[in-house]
C-alpha cells in the first residue's frame, strides 16, 4: 500500500506527490546524512557518500528501464526544457533534419528550439483539435538525424498507448509519466524526464542516452549543452543538483524495491480506470480527449454545466481534494495520478463526485 502524508489527496500536476517514506528519509539527510553527523546539503558532491548516491541514481534507472550498458544515465540541471535545446544541439547535423511529433504545448517548445538550430519537419500535428487526440499513421523519414515525441502530454491529458517503429533514432519526453508504466525502453535512443512530475524534487532532469547516437553533430560543442561532457564526468562535471538526486534515487529505490514498474503500472491503471468510468458514468462531467488515448497520469474532465464549476469546487474542499484545477489552457479539472498517489485518493475523488451527482444534477 501506498501511504500518504495526510490525509490532504494531493492530485497536483507538478511539481508532484512523492512517497511519505522518501519525504521522511529526505528531511532525515537534511540533518543527518548516512549518520555522518553531517547534512547532505553541507557535502561535498566528490564525497564517498554522495558518489554512491549519484552511482545508485544512475544505475536504478537502467534496472528500471531494463537496459545494458550500451546507455548511459545522467542527471542535468535546467529541467525538461533544457533538453528542448541539448537534443537538437547534440543529435542534428547541419544539412540534416529532425522529425517531430506535435501533441502539445511541451512538444511545441521542443519543435520551437529545435528550429533554431537546424530543420525541422513536423511528421504529424493534433493541434487542429487542441492536442485532444495523439495523431496515428504518419511516416518518419527514413533519412531523418531522429524523432522525438512526447509519451504523456501532462497539460491536456493525452498519452501514447503505443510507439512508432522509428527508422531513425527515437527520442522521448517522458516527464510526466516516466516509470508509471511498462515501455520496450531499447526501441528509444534518448529518453528525458523533468524529475518533478514523476520521480522527484524540481531541480533534476533525467537522460538516457545510447552511447552511439553521441558525437556525430558536426558541432563546435559547449561543455555544459555537451551529453559526452556529462557522461565522461559521471553527472559530475559541474557540482550536480545533489538533493534532487538524492530524492530521486530514493524515490526509484522504492519504486524497485516495492515490485517495479510491474507493480506500479498495475496500481496506475487501477487509479485511472476508477476515475474515468466516473467520468463516463456521471452525468456531471465529461472527459476531454478521445477515449484511446486517454492519460493514465492526468485525467482531464470539464463540469457539464459551467457553473457547477464553483459548487464542485467547495465539496471538493470538504473531501481535502488538493490540485484537480485544470490547467488554464484545458479549463475544468486535471487529476494527476503519478505513481505516489494512492488509490485511495482517487476513491476520495470518485466519492466526491458522486456526491455532487446526487446534489445537484
Ligand atoms: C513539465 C513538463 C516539461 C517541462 O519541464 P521543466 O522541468 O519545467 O522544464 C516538459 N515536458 C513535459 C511532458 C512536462 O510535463
Known sequence: MIATSTKIHNFSAGPGILPIDVLKQASEACINFDNMGLSLLEISHRSKNF???MDEARQLVKDLFEVGDDYEVMYLGGGASMQFAMVPYNLLTQNGTAAYLNTGVWASKAIKEAKILGNVNVVASSEDKKFTYIPKGYEIP????????????????????????????MVCDMSSDLFSRKVNAKDFSLIYAGAQKNMGPAGSTMIMVKK?????????????????VHIKGESMFNTPPVFPVYVSMLTLRWLKQNGGVEWIEKINQAKADALYNEIDRNSCFVGTVAKEDRSFMNVCFLPTKPEYEAEFDKLAKTYNLSGIKGHRDVGGYRASLYNALPLESVNALVEAMKEFESKFA
Not at 144 to 152: Q, V
Open 51 to 53: 558518489i554512491a548516491v
Open 142 to 169: 527514413k533519412d531523418a538525424d531522429y524523432f522525438h515525441c512526447t509519451s504523456n502530454n501532462t497539460i491536456y491529458g493525452t498519452q501514447m498507448k503505443a510507439f512508432p517503429k522509428s527508422p531513425v533514432p
Open 212 to 228: 552511439d547516437i553521441l558525437g556525430k553533430s558536426g558541432r563546435k560543442m559547449l561543455s555544459m549543452l555537451d551529453y559526452n
